[in-house]
């Protein structure tokens, strides 16, 4: 065994160390991955896994559930890379739609939770060096109200937010995503801002 050229992956996975060539496109990479190249599914990984992180974190408010999230997205990938289709030979529409379904469903568990939480009595300040993170805590609960707004818009608003607002994809790849036009999809967010903002001013 040539162990000047193989590595050990995070998972236990023999990983080719000297690297896939340069410049791969991703459905170059997807290819390779669907067909057991664990370097491949790596570089796909290591280039889009901050992006996926960030949206992540734009749908729940919450950093530790954003890395919880991105694992399982791309976990998912891995054990689907077979039946995948890339839009406009990106991974990131289909990567950001994963991670929107793992975050509604997320969002429906830990909504029973916090029914149950809401039951116990609130806790007693400890200390002051609580006072260091307020700006990051009042950060986090502006985003959840948001994303609890979010959460309550049609279906076809809720998507063309997540994917275009908060996953920063461009219209048209929204578009194709999505199967439909465009003009609908810029309808969709216009119409989801308007609900947004009287929402928010309602508060």
Known sequence: ?????????????????????????????????AGGDHGAFTELFERHAQAVWNHAYRLTGSWASAEDLTSTTFLTAWRRRADITLIRDSALPWLYTVAGNLA???????????????????????????ETVVDQLDGEERLRRVLALVAKLPKSQRQAVELCLLG???LPDAAELLGV?????RAHISRARAQLRVALEEK
């Open 1 to 33: 065994m040539d162990v000047t050229r193989t590595a050990t992956g995070s998972a236990g996975v023999p990983v080719d160390s000297s690297g896939p060539p340069p410049d791969r496109s991703d459905t170059e990479l997807w290819h390779a991955a």
């Open 104 to 130: 509604r469903s997320e969002h429906r568990s830990s909504g029973r939770r916090l029914r149950l939480v809401r039951r116990l009595p609130e806790p007693r300040s400890v200390s002051d060096h609580a």
């Open 168 to 170: 920063d994809l461009s």
């Open 181 to 185: 036009a465009e003009v609908t999809v």
